[in-house]
Structures are given as structure tokens and as C-alpha cells.
């Protein structure tokens, strides 16, 4: 039995994971497993070999969480449907939208103008009678602009500056 380095996780906040949805320029399993590691609360994921193949051991904090199973994690960054089911899972009730639209690539010509990337953006919006505020948020595809949205509106709530 070897046991494997540990799997970071999210303790440089939900800033940074958000930067990487934005910055992602299409499905990644990378942002995937930190997105599954974040719904369920786990900070870190230790994964052993044994005689009956990988086993994986959660943690949050220094918290033992238990053993988690090597199912496939859902591929947040690839379906609208897993973003859409993980918005109302972090923010049950909460309305949405996403449209094409164009944004700043973040490269430039050689002239200095800002290059203009087809993409996507995603709000979400708190159901409220008074005047609720959407957050709005741009990506590559429907999906990573759903999920920016969310992380964004999260990060606002835990009193982070996106």
C-alpha cells in the first residue's frame, strides 16, 4: 500500500477558483474535481493503492471525512445540465440566464486594442420582491459561464472581492 501526495483542494478560496473558470477555455476535469471537492465541503482528497485498485480518503481541514467512492465526478465544466443542477444545489431558488455573448479575450493586437472572444454570459439572480441584483459573469462556453456566475455570487456572499 503507497500512499500518494495529498489532492489540493480549495484552501486559497473561491477566488481562485473562480479565476480558473474564467480563464479555462472549455471543459476541464481539473476545475471538475475542485468543483466536486467544494460542493461536498472537502478541502483535501488522499488516494491510496491497494490490492483492490484506488481508494480515496476525504478531508476538511484536518477533519477525516471518511472514504469516498472513485465514481466519476460530474463533469461541471461540460453540461449545462451539471451546472445548472449544482446552481440550485449552492443556491436553491435562485433564477438564471445565459446567452452568447462577445467579451474581452484578454489578448491584445499589436496595436494595443483588446481581442474580442465569442463566448458566453451567465447571471444569477436571487428571487426577491425588492430589487434583487444579478451577478453576471463571462466565459467560453454555457457552462463555465454558469459556473463563474455562481462562484462569483458565492464569493460575494462569504465577503470575498472577485
Known amino acids: 500500500m503507497s500512499m500518494t501526495q495529498p489532492t489540493p483542494g480549495l484552501e486559497q478560496g473561491l477566488t481562485t477558483l473562480l479565476e480558473r473558470v474564467k480563464a479555462a477555455k472549455g471543459p476541464d476535469r481539473e476545475i471538475d474535481r475542485r468543483l466536486f ?10 488516494q491510496d493503492h491497494d490490492s483492490t485498485g484506488p481508494r480515496f480518503y476525504a478531508w476538511s481541514g484536518e477533519r477525516y471525512q471518511g472514504e469516498i467512492t472513485s465514481q466519476p465526478r460530474p463533469a461541471y465544466t461540460a453540461s449545462i445540465e451539471a451546472a445548472l443542477a449544482f446552481v440550485e444545489r449552492k443556491l436553491p431558488g435562485w433564477r ?7 467579451f474581452r479575450g484578454g489578448e491584445t493586437y499589436p496595436d494595443g486594442k483588446p481581442k474580442y472572444v465569442d463566448g458566453y454570459r451567465a447571471h444569477v439572480t436571487e428571487r426577491s420582491a425588492l430589487r434583487p441584483m444579478s451577478t ?12 463563474a456566475a455562481l462562484l462569483e455570487a458565492l464569493s460575494r456572499a462569504n465577503g470575498e472581492q472577485p
Do not use: K, Q, Y
Request: hydrophobic share 40%.
Open 37 to 46: 471537492m467544494f460542493e461536498r465541503g472537502f478541502t483535501r482528497i488522499e
Open 96 to 102: 438564471w440566464g445565459v446567452s452568447s455573448h462577445s
Open 136 to 147: 453576471i459573469s463571462d466565459a467560453r462556453t454555457p457552462p463555465l459561464a454558469i459556473l
